[in-house]
């Protein structure tokens, strides 16, 4: 299991949605060999006046912030991460400079969906990558 939020100006995410969500989910098929039909990716467009963030960031600036069952290794983490910098700048022109990731890890007894803990469902993709 694995969601994502993106935050950035509305005035940068509005016109790139679509194709930024289709980039982190080659990334994260790639990285973490997700299935193609498992993307659950949600947007926060912010006003000006709403997000503050650091200096020598640009209007571009970027936060990814993953959700994900604990279990993939440090390689497939970093994989993962080193894939959004690259793709993020060569096709959307987001820098490193602008982009930040963030991954969160938690046991599968601590999700729920589809009716039953984490941990008691049978995936159709290995999450130890």
Avoid at 47 to 52: G, L, N, P, S, T
Wanted: net charge neutral; proline share 5%; aromatic share 12%.
């Amino acid at each position: 299991m694995a969601q994502v939020k993106i935050y950035g100006l509305r005035s940068h995410l509005d016109p790139i949605k679509k194709q930024l969500s289709d980039l982190i989910h080659a990334c994260v098929m790639e990285a973490l060999h997700y299935p193609a039909d498992k993307r659950a990716h949600r947007f926060f467009p912010l006003a000006k006046e709403d997000f503050f963030y650091p200096q020598g960031r640009s209007d571009r600036y970027t936060i990814l912030e993953f959700s994900m069952f604990e279990g993939r290794s440090v390689e497939a983490k970093k994989q993962l991460m080193r894939l959004l910098f690259t793709h993020c700048q060569q096709e959307l022109g987001i820098s490193p400079q602008d982009l930040e990731i963030t991954i969160f890890e938690n046991p599968k007894h601590n999700w729920g969906f589809r009716g039953l803990p984490g941990d008691e469902h049978t995936l159709n993709y290995k999450v130890e990558v």
